[in-house]
């Protein structure tokens, strides 16, 4: 990992980037005819191979549609795994063009990296996950606790705050990756692990006995996860951000992955506009007409998504909550596209 | 007639062609200024290019970043430690905790690869195979996995402190680490460090006497009764006179974890363990290598004189064989140091951990964190190295040569 990081700063230092970071990443994602999107180094629901090297997920999901959007080809990305540590440094040199890793969008971040965090693919927040046999029902009853954590993450901080904040002592223990820090839980280094919710579902899957393990109630943090692009390239920007917002539109206007065609040939104004049969919106974003019909069925609209990665339809069995329509008791919510 | 005598020609000029490559004439010279030139020119470009790219993008530069709150804790700090601390604190308990692991960790591999080297040099057939196994397991299979094992596979599988291994109720072992009384200093803490002290000087200065005096005169003094009583005497006058240097403060099962006392981490037990058996291993052969390029002549030398096979070993060959068991010896003091940035994967919170981890995500500094944690270890590496020379220099010194 420190090798990684090391490289990429030289390449960082070396003025590799200055290509990458011009105005051009769209051009140069045509030209490579590959998409290069960061990822996590596994993370069931969000991004995690299969046995045949697929890569699957809501952040996956992303990715896939602005591949879409841009070759009509979901498949043509790479798909760089990353620690939490290493992703940032990735994103600047240019190894990557997005980084689709479940990171929180904070304000430091947005700023002081060189790069942007186009939307909230997820809402999320930090909890607490323990062995059931510990009898502990709130996480204000963890005082004198261990606690694993993955470094480099703003749970890290969030927990120092928590501890703090309650006049609770802690010990805790950092590791490099997530699948180490789990390990290191389950050996029962430490009483507690503690993450974004969503993680904390996703890593029980990987225990031994996941019924033997429970997620504390209380959610400590807001933990807005959202891709990103670097600085510098606005056209990129609105292209990834309106990714999202297809995918969230289309759920709107009632659009999946089976009826698409079917809806596409409707007459509601705002649904012509949306598949291109009115109007350039596509054009406007520096892609072609038909590029939200293109996203919506490679991988259909953010609801399905949804389901299909952490939702019912899956072993993480999340429910939708925060993310939610709007017009359904959540705070999903894509501007008009129009 | 006198003779002159002839001076000798000046050594600069070829001092300075030798210095420079060797080559003869000005074209040697002039090789070498382009080449300092373009090194010059390059890493110019290199600052200059990275500079200009971070602030087109944006990317905040610079060191400002070290004065603002960590906002994070770290489960072993030399120095009082709290989330609320600027980074550069979190640098220091960083490179503490690295230089700590490295130091026990260097003082065990010397230790044990010494043993192991006699060992496997002993005419005992047991002891020697027993040896020669553990160098051949130990030094073929990757550290980051022996790391790994020492963690996730033994200590890991001590009981969880409820069911902690006690022993008088004080020490504490479980996979939370070992817990040991604390001790806190008293109002007789001082004149006992002091007594002490007085102690230890005087056991040096008594034990040169006598060595004087066994090389001047032959005369053998037997030096540890009196060292004994000194050592032992000493304090215990101080303790009796000015009170208990020190009370212990017992640790007791609170909650999740042990209260009070003092607690070595897992991590930092699996890290010392896996780094010295390790580079013991290579060390084994260093100083195996190192003993046989003494030629045998000298040991039979000694034994002839009545010593016996310790002793030889001690006295004669051994000081023999540092002068070329040295220079490998640093380098692998060197490798484990370096080796000690493995600690991320079993989270004991090295410089490597919390600086170049932690810190590095938490401000996205790349360039300027990665800067100083190469010239850090750059610094330790020669130090290191600068410590060992002088060793060597004084024991090619004391040799006559």
Same mark, same amino acid.
């Given at each position: 990992?420190?090798?990684?990081?090391?490289?990429?700063?030289?390449?960082?230092?070396?003025?590799?980037?200055?290509?990458?970071?011009?105005?051009?990443?769209?051009?140069?994602?045509?030209?490579?005819?590959?998409?290069?999107?960061?990822?996590?180094?596994?993370?069931?629901?969000?991004?995690?191979?299969?046995?045949?090297?697929?890569?699957?997920?809501?952040?996956?999901?992303?990715?896939?549609?602005?591949?879409?959007?841009?070759?009509?080809?979901?498949?043509?990305?790479?798909?760089?795994?990353?620690?939490?540590?290493?992703?940032?440094?990735?994103?600047?040199?240019?190894?990557?063009?997005?980084?689709?890793?479940?990171?929180?969008?904070?304000?430091?971040?947005?700023?002081?990296?060189?790069?942007?965090?186009?939307?909230?693919? @997820? @809402?999320?927040?930090?909890?607490?996950?323990?062995?059931?046999?510990?009898?502990?029902?709130?996480?204000?009853?963890?005082?004198?606790?261990?606690?694993?954590?993955?470094?480099?993450?703003?749970?890290?901080?969030?927990?120092?705050?928590?501890?703090?904040?309650?006049?609770?002592?802690?010990?805790?223990?950092?590791?490099?990756?997530?699948?180490?820090?789990?390990?290191?839980?389950?050996?029962?280094?430490?009483?507690?692990?503690?993450?974004?919710?969503?993680?904390?579902?996703?890593?029980?899957?990987?225990?031994?006995?996941?019924?033997?393990?429970?997620?504390?109630?209380?959610?400590?943090?807001?933990?807005?996860?959202?891709?990103?692009?670097?600085?510098?390239?606005?056209?990129?920007?609105?292209?990834?951000?309106?990714?999202?917002?297809?995918?969230?539109?289309?759920?709107?206007?009632?659009?999946?992955?089976?009826?698409?065609?079917?809806?596409?040939?409707?007459?509601?104004?705002?649904?012509?506009?949306?598949?291109?049969?009115?109007?350039?919106?596509?054009?406007?974003?520096?892609?072609?007409?038909?590029?939200?019909?293109?996203?919506?069925?490679?991988?259909?609209?953010?609801?399905?998504?949804?389901?299909?990665?952490?939702?019912?339809?899956?072993?993480?069995?999340?429910?939708?909550?925060?993310?939610?329509?709007?017009?359904?008791?959540?705070?999903?919510?894509?501007?008009?596209?129009? | 007639?006198?003779?002159?005598?002839?001076?000798?020609?000046?050594?600069?000029?070829?001092?300075?062609?030798?210095?420079?490559?060797?080559?003869?004439?000005?074209?040697?010279?002039?090789?070498?200024?382009?080449?300092?030139?373009?090194?010059?020119?390059?890493?110019?470009?290199?600052?200059?290019?990275?500079?200009?790219?971070?602030?087109?993008?944006?990317?905040?530069?610079?060191?400002?970043?070290?004065?603002?709150?960590?906002?994070?804790?770290?489960?072993?700090?030399?120095?009082?430690?709290?989330?609320? #601390?600027?980074?550069?604190?979190?640098f220091f308990v960083g490179l503490l905790n690295t230089l700590?692991?490295?130091?026990?960790?260097?003082?065990?591999?010397?230790?044990?690869?010494?043993?192991?080297?006699?060992?496997?040099?002993?005419?005992?057939?047991?002891?020697?195979?027993?040896?020669?196994?553990?160098?051949?397991?130990?030094?073929?299979?990757?550290?980051?996995?022996?790391?790994?094992?020492?963690?996730?596979?033994?200590?890991?599988?001590?009981?969880?402190?409820?069911?902690?291994?006690?022993?008088? #109720?004080?020490?504490?072992?479980?996979?939370?680490?070992?817990?040991?009384?604390?001790?806190?200093?008293?109002?007789?803490?001082?004149?006992?460090?002091?007594?002490?002290?007085?102690? /230890?000087?005087?056991?040096?200065?008594?034990?040169?006497?006598?060595?004087?005096?066994?090389?001047?005169?032959?005369?053998?003094?037997?030096?540890?009764?009196?060292?004994?009583?000194?050592?032992?005497?000493?304090?215990?006058?101080?303790?009796?006179?000015?009170?208990?240097?020190?009370?212990?403060?017992?640790?007791?099962?609170?909650?999740?974890?042990?209260?009070?006392?003092?607690?070595?981490?897992?991590?930092?037990?699996?890290?010392?363990?896996?780094?010295?058996?390790?580079?013991?291993?290579? /060390?084994?052969?260093?100083?195996?290598?190192?003993?046989?390029?003494?030629?045998?002549?000298?040991?039979?030398?000694?034994?002839?004189?009545?010593?016996?096979?310790?002793?030889?070993?001690?006295?004669?060959? /051994?000081?023999?064989?540092?002068?070329?068991?040295?220079?490998?010896?640093?380098?692998?003091?060197?490798?484990?140091?370096?080796?000690?940035?493995?600690?991320?994967?079993?989270?004991?919170?090295d410089l490597?951990?919390v600086f170049?981890?932690?810190?590095?995500?938490?401000?996205?500094?790349?360039?300027?964190?990665?800067?100083?944690t190469?010239?850090v270890?750059?610094?330790i590496?020669?130090?290191?190295?600068?410590?060992?020379?002088?060793?060597?220099?004084?024991?090619?010194?004391?040799?006559?040569?």
């Amino acid at each position: 990992m420190k090798r990684v990081s090391l490289v990429v700063t030289l390449a960082l230092a070396a003025g590799l980037s200055a290509e990458a970071a011009s105005a051009q990443t769209l051009k140069t994602v045509k030209d490579r005819g590959m998409l290069s999107c960061g990822v996590s180094q596994g993370l069931p629901g969000f991004s995690t191979p299969d046995d045949k090297g697929n890569w699957t997920g809501l952040d996956v999901d992303i990715c896939r549609a602005i591949a879409a959007a841009i070759f009509n080809d979901a498949t043509k990305i790479k798909f760089v795994p990353l620690s939490a540590k290493d992703r940032f440094t990735a994103l600047q040199s240019g190894e990557i063009d997005v980084l689709s890793r479940n990171t929180t969008w904070t304000l430091s971040r947005d700023t002081s990296l060189g790069a942007n965090f186009t939307g909230v693919t @997820y @809402y999320d927040g930090q909890g607490f996950l323990v062995k059931k046999s510990l009898k502990v029902n709130s996480a204000l009853e963890l005082n004198s606790a261990s606690v694993c954590v993955q470094t480099g993450t703003t749970t890290e901080q969030n927990l120092a705050d928590y501890f703090k904040g309650n006049n609770m002592k802690y010990e805790v223990i950092a590791f490099g990756t997530a699948d180490e820090t789990v390990k290191a839980y389950e050996s029962g280094r430490c009483d507690v692990f503690t993450s974004d919710v969503s993680q904390l579902y996703a890593e029980r899957l990987k225990l031994a006995t996941p019924a033997d393990h429970v997620v504390l109630p209380e959610v400590i943090s807001k933990e807005p996860l959202g891709p990103m692009v670097r600085h510098g390239d606005d056209q990129w920007f609105d292209i990834v951000k309106w990714t999202l917002y297809a995918m969230v539109g289309a759920e709107e206007l009632g659009m999946t992955q089976k009826n698409v065609d079917e809806v596409a040939k409707s007459d509601k104004p705002e649904v012509k506009r949306a598949v291109g049969t009115d109007g350039n919106l596509g054009e406007q974003l520096g892609l072609t007409k038909d590029w939200l019909v293109r996203i919506v069925k490679a991988v259909g609209n953010y609801g399905e998504s949804f389901e299909r990665n952490v939702g019912s339809g899956s072993k993480l069995g999340i429910a939708r909550g925060l993310n939610q329509l709007w017009s359904k008791g959540g705070i999903q919510y894509a501007p008009p596209i129009r | 007639m006198a003779i002159e005598p002839r001076k000798p020609p000046s050594q600069l000029l070829p001092k300075l062609q030798r210095a420079l490559g060797g080559r003869a004439g000005w074209s040697g010279f002039v090789l070498q200024l382009l080449f300092v030139a373009a090194l010059a020119w390059i890493s110019y470009e290199i600052v200059a290019n990275a500079r200009a790219n971070l602030q087109a993008q944006r990317i905040t530069a610079g060191f400002g970043f070290l004065a603002n709150n960590a906002g994070f804790d770290v489960s072993q700090s030399l120095i009082p430690y709290s989330g609320s #601390d600027p980074y550069t604190r979190v640098f220091f308990v960083g490179l503490l905790n690295t230089l700590l692991v490295s130091a026990i960790g260097i003082f065990f591999a010397t230790l044990i690869g010494f043993l192991v080297a006699l060992g496997r040099l002993s005419p005992n057939w047991l002891l020697s195979r027993i040896s020669g196994g553990y160098v051949e397991l130990i030094r073929n299979l990757p550290l980051l996995f022996q790391i790994l094992f020492w963690y996730l596979a033994v200590l890991a599988a001590l009981p969880n402190p409820r069911q902690s291994i006690s022993i008088f #109720d004080s020490f504490f072992l479980s996979n939370r680490g070992l817990v040991i009384p604390k001790p806190i200093g008293q109002p007789g803490f001082e004149p006992f460090v002091f007594a002490l002290l007085i102690a /230890i000087v005087a056991t040096i200065a008594l034990w040169r006497y006598a060595r004087r005096q066994l090389f001047q005169s032959g005369k053998f003094i037997k030096v540890w009764p009196y060292a004994l009583g000194l050592l032992i005497g000493l304090p215990l006058l101080s303790a009796l006179i000015f009170g208990a240097p020190v009370s212990f403060e017992i640790p007791a099962l609170k909650g999740f974890n042990f209260a009070g006392g003092s607690r070595v981490i897992p991590e930092f037990v699996a890290l010392t363990l896996a780094l010295s058996t390790y580079t013991a291993a290579f /060390i084994a052969e260093i100083v195996r290598a190192g003993i046989l390029s003494v030629h045998k002549g000298q040991m039979e030398a000694g034994s002839s004189l009545g010593l016996q096979r310790g002793s030889v070993l001690r006295l004669i060959v /051994i000081p023999q064989a540092m002068r070329v068991i040295l220079p490998p010896l640093t380098n692998q003091y060197l490798n484990l140091t370096k080796n000690s940035s493995l600690a991320v994967a079993i989270g004991y919170p090295d410089l490597v951990s919390v600086f170049a981890g932690t810190t590095l995500s938490q401000t996205g500094q790349a360039i300027e964190i990665i800067g100083i944690t190469m010239g850090v270890y750059l610094l330790i590496s020669l130090v290191t190295s600068a410590i060992m020379s002088f060793y060597g220099w004084r024991i090619s010194r004391s040799m006559g040569g």
